[in-house]
């Protein structure tokens, strides 16, 4: 089993419907959450971060953390075609200091359709 | 303010070959990791770097080996290339003062191995 689950999609929406990606995790040693968008032939940016559980909204996106049930979301709302990307979670025991590895989830695909 | 930057962009290499990838973190971060992103799938990661020591390594075998210079950017090292080293490998760089750093990626090396 791995770490980090991620459904990798692709998933298709209209533009302006409200998008929710999920990841499950087994370690609970994870406290810090956070998500990443991916456009084709460029770097993961960070979008979201989380420590431990509870809700975190910027903007038109808004992160949730559920450690008792070990699930993340991401909502986005009044998607538009620029937000077609990967979209990666990630997530750590530790953050900052000379030791912060990330777990990374397979990312799933966006597809917002104009 | 520079980000983090890669190079080469793209590189193709015959099994058996050797090859290194650079990095340079982004302006006023000292830590460097390194991840292997093969195609469909999220990064993994392969070591950290800070203080020009190796300070966490995820499970790559000894092939994969790294560098850091007194100036903070970094080497990929690969030995013994096999096809299914063929990946994105993708730096990032964060600060270990100050904190909680997130880590900001840079755009990647794609490498193919024929």
């Known amino acids: 089993q791995k770490e980090v689950e991620q459904d990798p999609g692709p998933l298709s929406v209209p533009e302006g419907a409200i998008v929710s990606l999920n990841c499950t995790y087994s370690n609970s040693a994870f406290q810090y959450f956070m998500w990443y968008r991916q456009y084709s032939r460029k770097g993961p940016e960070l979008l979201m971060y989380?420590?431990?559980?509870g809700n975190k909204e910027d903007g038109r996106f808004t992160a949730q953390v559920d450690k008792s049930s070990k699930y993340i979301s991401l909502f986005i709302r009044d998607s538009q075609p620029s937000d077609s990307a990967t979209y990666l979670c990630a997530m750590s025991a530790n953050y900052g200091g000379a030791t912060n590895k990330l777990i990374f989830g397979t990312g799933t695909l966006l597809a917002v359709q104009p | 303010d520079a980000g983090v930057t890669q190079s080469p962009t793209h590189l193709i290499k015959t099994r058996g070959q050797q090859v290194t990838l650079r990095c340079s973190p982004k302006s006023g971060h000292d830590t460097v990791s390194w991840y292997q992103q093969a195609l469909g799938q999220g990064p993994q990661f392969i070591f950290q770097?800070?203080?020009?020591?190796?300070?966490q390594r995820g499970n790559f075998p000894d092939r994969f080996s790294g560098h850091q210079f007194p100036n903070y950017s970094s080497e990929l090292n690969v030995n013994a290339l096999l096809l299914g080293d063929s990946a994105l490998y993708l730096c990032?760089?964060?600060?270990?003062?100050?904190?909680?750093?997130?880590?900001?990626f840079g755009n990647g090396t794609r490498l193919t191995v024929t």
């Open positions: 770097y800070y203080e020009e020591e190796e300070r």
């Open positions: 989380t420590y431990s559980s």
């Open positions: 990032a760089s964060s600060l270990v003062q100050g904190g909680k750093s997130p880590l900001h």
